[in-house]
């Protein structure tokens, strides 16, 4: 940047040092500003609403970090979504999850309870290798002064050039049919509608899309619904898993931990894992065919 740029201090403090995040902020902001004077004689201009530079200061405790934001836009925002129902899971966590669950894009995966359509589209998007800040128009970076738009026109082309067509099987339902509108929506925006499919179906009635393959599912998390709701619902979906997904590998994100004992099976793994705010079990079953011994001999 240089005194013709405008710029802002984003402020994230955790620290009985200081009452209020503003201050330390303000002190950043005058540092910015009288550097530019010294050396120019002018200082760049601060501007909330619309800066060319965003400077974050994030401070723990006596720690202190002060760094350029490249994104700005936060990278979770994927750029695909534009249709979300009332609890949608953050695109990044999603991928996260799909990389934690071992799925490596070879094997049939099927959200059962899809709402918007996240975990599917992430799911593709890591099948078909596409880079995920590709429905993006916008990176922080690009109004830097050192900005080479050349090279990342570049490298853009370059990741771009890696996507393929991975023929994956990836299947989506859920009960409303306002959520697989909005799931068809938001697909159609990435590009998937070939290879995503989705349709209004209770999971009680839905079966496993083929023999081995995976499935995620991002149940509601019990907000919304009274205590015996949701007990029944997890009891549901623990005997479809046994009686509809036999040789699957099935995922389950909840923040409603006192639950999955209603599924009544035990998880292979369990990973703790944060949607926003919001403290979740990722959860991991394999279902066997017959007895485990069966399985496994
Ligand atoms: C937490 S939301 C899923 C959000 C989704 N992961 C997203 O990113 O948009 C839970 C979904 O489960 C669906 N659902 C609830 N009961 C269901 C059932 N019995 N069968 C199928 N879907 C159900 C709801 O309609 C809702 O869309």
Not at 67 to 87: C, F, H, M, N, W
Request: hydrophobic share 40%; net charge neutral.
């Amino acid at each position: 940047m240089d005194h013709d740029s405008s710029f802002s201090v984003a402020p994230v403090v955790r620290s009985e040092l200081f009452d209020h995040s503003g201050y330390p902020a303000l002190v950043v902001k005058d540092a910015i500003a009288d550097y530019f004077r010294g050396k120019s004689g002018k200082r760049p201009s601060v501007s909330t609403s619309d800066p060319d530079v965003v400077i974050n200061l994030h401070i723990s405790n006596d720690h202190v970090d002060i760094s350029l934001d490249s994104s700005v836009i936060p990278l979770y925002k994927r750029g695909y979504r534009s249709e979300q129902g009332l609890a949608p899971l953050n695109e990044v966590l999603a991928a996260g999850m799909i990389m934690l669950s071992g799925w490596d894009g070879t094997l049939p995966l099927q959200d059962t309870m899809c709402g918007s359509g996240t975990i599917l589209i992430e799911a593709q998007m890591i099948a078909n290798k596409i880079p995920p800040g590709k429905f993006r128009n916008f990176f922080g970076f690009t109004r830097w002064k050192d900005f080479d738009e050349n090279l990342f026109i570049r490298m853009k082309k370059e990741s771009e050039a890696q996507i393929v067509k991975s023929g994956t099987l990836v299947t989506g339902s859920d009960i409303s049919e306002a959520a697989v509108r909005q799931a068809e929506a938001n697909i159609r925006k990435a590009g998937l509608e070939g290879v995503i499919s989705v349709e209004v179906a209770d999971f009680k009635d839905v079966k496993r899309a083929s023999g081995d393959g995976y499935l995620v599912i991002n149940p509601p998390y019990g907000q919304r619904l009274k205590p015996d709701e949701i007990e029944n619902l997890y009891s549901m979906i623990g005997s479809t898993l046994k009686h509809h997904f036999a040789g699957n590998k099935a995922w389950i994100i909840t923040s409603g931990k006192e639950y999955l004992r209603n599924i009544g099976l035990k998880p292979k793994k369990k990973f703790t894992l944060f949607n926003g705010a919001l403290e979740c079990v990722f959860a991991g079953y394999e279902l066997y065919e017959g007895t485990k011994k069966q399985a496994s001999a």
